[in-house]
């Protein structure tokens, strides 16, 4: 999977559980949850979507990992074949 | 012959639109089942029936608006037989009724406009675009409807209710250490969230201090053995809805948590049951994710008191020893009715809430 079809997964799965979200103005660079206002509910949401769709296993341990847009689609890459 | 009415699905609610029909005549209905969606002002709610039955008529049209305690359909009890023969074969157009098996509508719940009540495509038509109108307007409006909802209840509360709140602080480091263990060796299909241990600790409580679980109705407080604790979840739009998840006291932490997982999503998908909008027997909100400290909340009519759990962050604290250490610290609120209960017994409350927290494992 190329980085630009991870993105693209990483953002649909974001608008299904965010669906007001403007694509085009999220900072890649700062912290997604509090650009977007997901809640843990949410992000776990987010994340079994992401599980779903990429069959990662994201443990809980490797959260603080996760702070950025740019951190996820790395965290990602590097994990999905 | 038994009458099934309108419910009133929650405190802020006077009327309603009926949606769609679930259910036709000659259908065996069973207690519990879903049987119309009703807009209210704060969403489209499944209502479910509370007896079982064979229905007999259907009363209301989809697209109309109808106050609570309207009957709305008529149905046989088990074992009863219809006075009347129930209305023998509609008289239905060909044409008709092709149509209203393509759209998925059932020719028996509209009214006909034709010669001797015969319904025609114009009859059909009407209600497809009744129906999907409705839908599409009850997006648009909901806002603002559910402002209004929510200032009507609320108001209600700030008059009704005398308020009194308190709050304590708690130390959250075994719960926190306790819940990670747990979920380092789940995977993400069963993860467990705080929030779910949270719920279950106020219910847990709520069985020592019966007088916060309940409603206050015609002067008096009426108890609630069960805990149904309302989920104060926010809209992403706007606006807040508090559904229940039913016998949260009877419930593992596994089960509280799926529960809890499925009625986000259906109050954001807008498919919440009418039990669960007119059920609550208490409030839950958490606005700690949101980093606020502590909340103290407006007690949601009938009921009689609502909890309130802050941010987990850490903080100084002495432990038992005396000493001066770091950790986790939740403040959790307490809004109760001073017309059923006193500080003294909130108190208590509150102090059995932090207790049943520092034993995660017998949640």
């Known amino acids: ?81 | 012959m038994l009458e099934f009415t309108l419910p009133s699905l929650g405190s802020d609610m006077d009327e309603g639109k009926l949606l769609e029909w679930k259910i036709k005549l000659g259908d065996r209905v069973r207690k519990g089942q879903v049987v119309a969606i009703v807009d209210t002002s704060k969403a489209a709610v499944d209502v479910e029936i509370w007896f079982d039955g064979t229905v007999h008529e259907l009363l209301i049209e989809p697209g109309a608006t109808i106050p609570v305690g309207t009957v709305l359909a008529t149905l046989l009890a088990p074992g009863e037989k219809a006075g009347t023969p129930a209305t023998g074969r509609r008289k239905v157009s060909p044409a008709a009724r092709k149509h209203a098996e393509a759209l998925g509508i059932d020719v028996d719940t509209l009214a006909g406009s034709g010669p001797g009540g015969a319904v025609t495509l114009a009859d059909v038509d009407a209600t497809a675009a009744q129906s999907s109108l409705g839908r599409q307007a009850a997006t648009s409006d909901r806002q603002a409807e559910m402002r209004k909802a929510i200032a009507a209840a609320m108001s209600r509360s700030k008059r009704e209710i005398p308020h009194y709140y308190l709050s304590e602080a708690i130390a959250m480091e075994r719960a926190q250490a306790w819940l990670s263990e747990a979920n380092a060796g789940r995977p993400i299909t069963g993860r467990l969230l705080m929030a779910a241990l949270h719920l279950k600790a106020v219910a847990l409580a709520l069985k020592k201090y019966p007088e916060m679980n309940g409603f206050f109705r015609d002067g008096a407080f009426q108890p609630v053995a069960a805990a149904h604790i309302g989920v104060a979840i926010s809209m992403r739009q706007g606006g807040l809805i508090a559904p229940a998840i039913h016998d949260v006291g009877e419930k593992t932490l596994d089960e509280v948590m799926r529960d809890l997982a499925d009625l986000v999503k259906r109050a954001r998908a807008g498919s919440l049951k009418s039990s669960e909008m007119s059920d609550p027997t208490i409030t839950v909100t958490n606005l700690g994710e949101q980093g606020v400290e502590s909340v103290y909340g407006v007690i949601y009519p009938p009921q009689v008191a609502l909890v309130g759990f802050g941010r987990i962050a850490p903080r100084p604290w002495v432990d038992a020893a005396g000493w001066l250490c770091v950790t986790p610290v939740l403040t959790a609120s307490l809004a109760a009715d001073h017309r059923v209960s006193d500080g003294h017994r909130g108190a208590l409350f509150l102090a059995e809430l932090r207790d049943w927290l520092q034993q995660p494992d017998k949640l």
């Open chain 1, 1 to 81: 999977m190329t980085q630009d079809e991870l993105r693209k997964v990483v953002l649909a799965t974001l608008l299904s559980i965010a669906p007001e979200v403007e694509v085009d103005e999220l900072r890649a660079d700062k912290p997604l949850r509090t650009q977007v206002d997901l809640d843990s509910m949410d992000w776990l949401n987010f994340l079994l979507g992401l599980h779903e769709k990429l069959a990662v296993d994201i443990p809980e341990a490797d959260y603080a990992k996760l702070v950025t847009l740019s951190d996820v689609l790395s965290y990602l890459g590097a994990r999905v074949r």
